[in-house]
């Protein structure tokens, strides 16, 4: 197998560009996959026989809650990336993925509160899941304050790659908290062997929902971790010939 | 073996020669659990419900104010660089680091938890499982709160940040550790939660000396 992509990929300029051809096409199918999914879910779905139309916050809720778990592995992954073979994307790419976790968290957190009011009568149990949740939310905090806090970014990067890797820990408890407690939390409907608990024009919807929760969170992180190679290399010749060729002075310092 | 062992000596002695330093977190951790009473009705027979938890909480922050000074101090006059260059693995110097604060903050607490305890209207036969669970959550909270103090060792805005790094990393140790005395409280077995202490202990004591030599290395690259 030829891995020269591979390592072609890895240089900060070849990813950059990769990334700017990339990023409209996640971003586009992302909006258009949304717009399929709130359209279906939110007006064309029928009600639950129990929950009437209050189910239809699902469509928000669990795709940013399964992104935000999927977000936080794949900040660890990059992290032990980074303090491995050193690379320097893998930082940026950790880097990137910090904020666009939290705000999905923080996202599934709020959805979660709002529909536990009018099924559960409470905005907020201490219970297994809800908790895992918020210590999640807690840990991409710490990241970001971690990296904030380093003058140096690499060294930055690598101290919130290990703290990250720490924290994964507590992926798996948030996962199968709704099997391990007994929980208010209902357990998972479609992510489950066997025939999905959701009749198929309440899923598909959500499938589509998910995919699109994705695509433009891979959109977000493309584009910060663009970003933050920019900054990170103000100093390279990739960086001045880019603002040169863009018509900006090659004023970077 | 002789430089551990010279490296623990050398903890022990600083710390017999600042003795307001290490007598600080115990005596805070009586200030925390009594001025928690004082914000309650006098005799509240509530407060022994709550017991477990103020006295976790009382432990967790004890822990906290002497965790920065950890590798501050021999970051400042040198002796950090002396143990990275040195022959001895740094993952045992770090844990012989790591016991020493144990023995110097977690212990005292782990011995005044009983009579605080009972000023809080714990019944004595529930003092047993919350003595336990100190015992193996303390050591927790020096290791934990040790990587962490590594990650920022170097920084200068390091110390408002290490309690929001430390308090989600040892959010199991104090929901299984408080868990264990209200099992006993509800007449439950107190012994599953103090099984998953033991257990986290272990990983704790395994893995985070490692992965806080790593941090080290990184805070002097």
């Known amino acids: 197998m030829n891995w020269t992509w591979f390592h072609r990929l890895g240089s900060p300029p070849s990813f950059y560009r990769f990334a700017g051809r990339l990023a409209p096409w996640l971003g586009g199918l992302g909006l258009l996959l949304l717009a399929y999914g709130w359209y279906a879910g939110l007006v064309l779905a029928p009600p639950d026989y129990q929950q009437k139309d209050a189910f239809r916050i699902i469509y928000v809720h669990v795709p940013a809650a399964a992104v935000s778990l999927s977000l936080y592995v794949l900040m660890a992954l990059a992290g032990a990336v980074a303090l491995i073979w050193r690379m320097k994307l893998a930082e940026a790419v950790m880097v990137a993925t910090a904020p666009v976790g939290a705000s999905f968290t923080a996202l599934a957190l709020v959805t979660g509160m709002l529909w536990g009011k009018p099924m559960w009568g409470a905005y907020w149990v201490w219970d297994a899941r809800l908790t895992a949740e918020l210590v999640l939310l807690f840990l991409y905090c710490g990241v970001i304050g971690l990296n904030a806090a380093f003058d140096d970014a690499r060294a930055g990067a690598r101290a919130c790659a290990l703290l990250a890797i720490v924290g994964l820990v507590n992926v798996p408890i948030v996962h199968f908290s709704v099997e391990w407690w007994n929980s208010l939390h209902q357990g998972s409907t479609i992510l489950k062997f066997g025939k999905p608990a959701i009749s198929a024009d309440m899923a598909w919807p959500l499938y589509a929902g998910l995919l699109a929760t994705y695509c433009l969170c891979g959109h977000a992180i493309l584009r910060r971790a663009q970003n933050e190679l920019l900054l990170r290399e103000r100093n390279t010749r990739w960086v001045r010939e880019l603002a040169t060729e863009l018509g900006g002075g090659a004023r970077v310092s | ?221």
């Open chain 2, 1 to 221: 073996m002789k430089a551990l062992a010279a490296i623990f000596a050398r903890e022990l002695r600083l710390a017999a020669r600042a003795k307001a330093e290490w007598l600080m977190p115990p005596l805070f951790f009586v200030i925390v659990v009594t001025v928690f009473s004082f914000g309650t009705r006098p005799n509240d027979p509530q407060l022994a419900a709550f017991a477990p938890a103020v006295l976790w909480v009382g432990a967790l922050l004890a822990a906290l104010l002497s965790l920065e000074r950890l590798y501050r101090t021999d970051q400042e006059d040198g002796t950090l660089e002396q143990l990275l260059v040195s022959r001895t693995a740094l993952s045992f110097a770090v844990f012989v680091k790591g016991l020493a604060h144990w023995l110097l903050s977690g212990l005292p607490i782990v011995l005044l938890a009983a009579p605080l305890g009972l000023m809080l209207g714990l019944a004595p036969p529930h003092l047993g499982p919350l003595v336990l669970g100190l015992a193996l959550g303390t050591p927790c909270l020096s290791f934990i709160g040790g990587f962490v103090a590594a990650l920022t060792v170097g920084l200068p805005r390091g110390g408002a940040l290490l309690p929001v790094l430390v308090l989600p990393l040892i959010v199991p140790v104090v929901i299984f550790g408080a868990g264990s005395v209200r099992a006993a409280q509800q007449g439950l077995d107190a012994g599953a939660p103090l099984y998953f202490l033991a257990a986290i202990l272990t990983l704790t004591l395994t893995l985070l000396p490692w992965l806080a030599a790593a941090a080290l290395r990184n805070a002097f690259e």
